[in-house]
């Protein structure tokens, strides 16, 4: 299926400064960078407010940047072509905005970092965006579950998946989006559309 939508140029400045913090963690390594500015409880009441960004573009190892990359580019490119590359931004930020904040006031002890915040921030806002325009919500809502059952795993930082997936609900309500965009997502997959085999009227750690 090959992909022809317009230049997802948010979602490749989003890659290409994950990158650059994954260059900046292998230069001065990982503890030291997650430590530096990875997000901990209270960091805002510490001054701390640099970390509540910058967390979000770095990672515990390539496994954990691999996985929040490939999900980024499957939410991602098709979310920024149908709701606009400003509208997209905002949800994103509110993402990382809603993440840093959770764990603000319930991260416990840990150090949180990674883009799982704000991705989870484009999964429920797919999930509202297709449930506004009438398309089929189970891609996104399967994706939502699993990652929910994933989030409670060791090691994961529920506070930043939830933080965010509850930052991208309301960010995209309060745009409340209705392209009526079915007849775009034909345009950008035009010999299968991932919700017509499911409606025959029309139907895709932090």
Known sequence: MRY??????????????????LIYEYS??????????????????????????VSAFLHFGLYHFGSNMICLVLYGLSLENRIGWWKYALVYAAGIVGSALLVNFAGGNGIH?????????????????NLRNKLNPFYAL??????????????????????GGIAGLLASFALCWNN?????VRALYPQEDPWQRNDPDDSSGY
């Open 142 to 163: 399967r994706g939502i579950l699993l990652n929910l059952v994933y989030s409670f795993s060791a090691g994961v930082s529920w506070q930043g998946h939830i933080g």
């Open 28 to 53: 001065v390594g990982e503890r030291v960078a997650v430590y530096t500015y990875g997000m901990y409880q209270g960091a805002l009441q510490d001054g701390e407010y640099l970390r509540a960004i």
């Open 180 to 184: 009526n965009n079915r007849s775009k």
């Open 113 to 129: 970092a990674g883009a799982s915040g704000a991705i989870w921030a484009l999964m429920t806002a797919t999930l509202v965006y």
């Open 4 to 21: 022809r939508g317009k230049l997802p140029i948010v979602t490749i400045v989003i890659l290409a400064l994950n990158v650059v913090g």
